[in-house]
């Protein structure tokens, strides 16, 4: 994993960006995988910064979502499809049409992983898939637990992490209980993955995924199998990283690194 010490969630803003911008610049018809949460809310800001300053376009991107919740509507305000288009695609040249999202209807919500899957398929599989990480170690919904190769499916939530989320809730009881999300298989299949986390309460499981063992009590530590993976994080993400002065002089060193 290429890890990856920021000063502040402004400057990882700029370093996925210009992931993000070697895509889009480089590919017909790209694939951009995105995620909600917090964490990468400062990249869709740049991004969104650089489509209206600097007029990059977004009119030949296709946009995939992670994850959605069961039982909310496409429109519901917290509904994951409804966050990435208030949060990036509404604000740049983006195709409505062309930003796909788990289906969470409950009743259709048995097969839509697999149809999930065939569209993902479909458009020839995610360029750069954006994540974040959840403070036991997630990567979507994958919960601990979750098979390291599984697909797209329906997924319990756990406590901490409905606890997590309930901020954007009125209440705990209002966060659904079930999550429809792309596997740990599923996200392995990008092409390159930029995972974006800030702060102490993300310390531990940024540890466990960069340098523990392999395995699903966290997650995310499945990205250690896959050949393509920047870590962006600030100190106190990284505080717990027992070789951060490595990764930090990587950092330093790196002649791409550029605003765009
Ligand atoms: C949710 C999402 C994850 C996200 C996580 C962390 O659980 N399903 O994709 O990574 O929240 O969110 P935040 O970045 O707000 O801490």
Redesign the pocket.
């Known amino acids: 994993m290429e890890v990856v010490i920021g000063q502040s969630a402004e400057e990882l803003a700029l370093y996925a960006a210009s992931m993000v911008r070697d895509v889009v610049r480089s590919k017909d018809h790209p694939v951009l995988g995105l995620?909600?949460?917090?964490?990468?809310l400062p990249l869709y800001t740049e991004l969104i910064r650089a489509h209206r300053d600097e007029g990059v376009t977004f009119a030949h991107v296709s946009a995939v979502t992670?994850?959605e919740y069961v039982g909310l509507p496409p429109d519901h305000p917290q509904s994951?499809h409804e966050v990435i288009r208030q949060e990036f695609t509404r604000h740049v040249d983006i195709d409505d049409a062309r930003v796909f999202s788990p289906d969470g209807d409950p009743a259709r919500a048995m097969d839509a992983g697999e149809r999930y899957e065939k569209v993902l398929t479909e458009l020839g599989g995610v360029d750069v898939q954006i994540?974040?990480?959840?403070?036991d170690g997630?990567?979507?919904?994958n919960e601990p637990g979750s098979s390291l190769q599984s697909r797209t499916r329906i997924k319990t939530l756990t406590d901490q992490?409905r606890s997590?989320?309930a901020r954007f809730f009125g209440s705990l009881d209002e966060v659904p209980i079930h999550?429809l999300?792309q596997g740990l298989g599923t996200i392995l299949d990008a092409r390159r993955v930029a995972l974006?986390?800030t702060g102490q309460?993300?310390a531990q499981a940024i540890a466990a995924m960069v340098e523990g063992p392999m395995s699903a009590s966290c997650p995310a530590s499945v990205l250690q199998w896959h050949p393509h993976v920047t870590v962006c994080v600030d100190e106190a993400a990284a505080s717990l990283l027992e070789h951060a002065g490595y990764y930090r002089t990587s950092f330093e060193r790196k002649p791409s690194w550029q605003k765009w």
């Open positions: 995620a909600t949460g917090s964490s990468p992670l994850d994951y994540l974040g990480i959840g403070t997630h990567i979507a919904f992490t997590d989320n999550a999300t974006m986390a309460a993300k």
